[in-house]
């Protein structure tokens, strides 16, 4: 999805275009889907930037972490870059879409079978009431 900053700008609200477009992150505990659990059957989420489904209600789990986790997303709906900014290396997941910044994943946790937890901002997704077809889930960190 090719938008301009500007156009970025103009089309998103303040706090979720300093998350989306400008690799932000908000606070702890603060996020409106970290305590947000639907069922499986109930909906999935969406990136804010461009809509395009990333993760289903099935994928959310309880980390602890204070934002909201997931294990797994669609397939090639997510892409990964390594991110060095605070002086460690960690891992940046972004939509696939429109390249919104979503967090960070982080494995070795032993949290879940797959071993993976997206670290996701709330103001980088929006949950939809619908499950999308066709769709698969895979961990994204399987081929990197």
Known sequence: MAK???????????????????????????????????????????????????????????????????????????????????GMRRIEIMCKGCDGHLGHVFEGERLTPTNERHCVNSKSIKFVKAVPSGTSEAPVLKDA
Not at 35 to 44: D, R
Not at 75 to 83: L, P
């Open 4 to 86: 301009t900053d500007a156009e970025w700008k103009a089309e998103l609200p303040p706090d979720v275009y300093r998350i989306l477009r400008q690799k932000g992150t908000e606070r702890a505990g603060t996020g409106e889907y970290d305590k947000f659990y639907p069922s499986a059957s109930e909906g999935h989420f969406a990136c804010r930037g461009c809509g395009m489904p990333l993760y289903s209600a099935a994928s959310k789990f309880d980390s602890g972490c204070g934002w909201p986790a997931f294990d797994k997303c669609y397939a090639n709906s997510v892409k990964i870059e390594v991110d060095s900014s605070l």
